[in-house]
């Protein structure tokens, strides 16, 4: 049995990161198109890590080629918390992913009644792992309460459609506000995002992290993808903080014609 990451593990390494991109590798996108393109699992992991990412995730679902040798080759080359993602219904897969040493399993909310999506999630905290729950709709999330160590992260695309969509990361924006109401103290956007851009722009809408997987694996440049991130999230910080002494000068003049 590998040692799992300890619980809280991914959730505290993705809130400390600079960079807080879930990076994810898995075999084939929806459409069938190889991602990987015979680069081995080790090398992409090497890229992801000097980009920068806090956090791995692999597919190990058959519908997108993964497998569970996939998900145990990048948590022996990672060094970081890894999620596992795969349609989780039982206990027994829980337990199995934390043997395997993953630090985070995937609870769909469309999938699952909402007991046995709180039964499950508070079974992952017993093994060890973080539980990361994925909704996409206002329906999936309203009155969902979980412990604050879980992830609670928006789909930008529709699993119904097998994640065939382009994706929406209007759905991850209009939502934000139900997800911190659910207790998490790390709201995820995952899927659909393309573009370094995008990535920005749901970190400044206040998300603790975006997943990415088919952006980045179809960037062809997975150094220059983060670093455009990083450009942007310091560009925008810039932006603000003039903003605030701007806001915060004209308070003080605003002070001194009242005086």
Known sequence: ????????GFVDA?????????AEIKARASDGTDLLRGRPVAEIVAAYRAGGAPCLSVVTGSWFGGSDAMLEETVRHAGVPVLKKDFITRE???????????AAVLLTARLLPRSALCHLAEAARRHGVTAFVEASSEKELDGLRLDPGCVVAVNNKDIARRERDAGDIGRSLSLLPLV?????RCPVSASGIGTAEDAARLIAAGYGGVLVGTGLLKS???????????????????????????RASDCRASAGEAA
């Open 1 to 8: 049995m590998r040692k799992a990451i300890m619980a809280g």
């Open 14 to 22: 993705l809130l400390a990161a600079p960079i807080p991109v879930i």
């Open 92 to 102: 027994d897969q829980i337990r199995q992913a934390a043997g395997a040493g993953a």
């Open 180 to 184: 911190r109401r659910t207790g998490t």
């Open 220 to 246: 062809g440049d997975i150094a220059g993808w983060f670093a455009a991130l990083a450009k942007r999230m310091t560009d925008r910080e810039a932006t603000d903080r003039r903003a605030s002494d701007c």
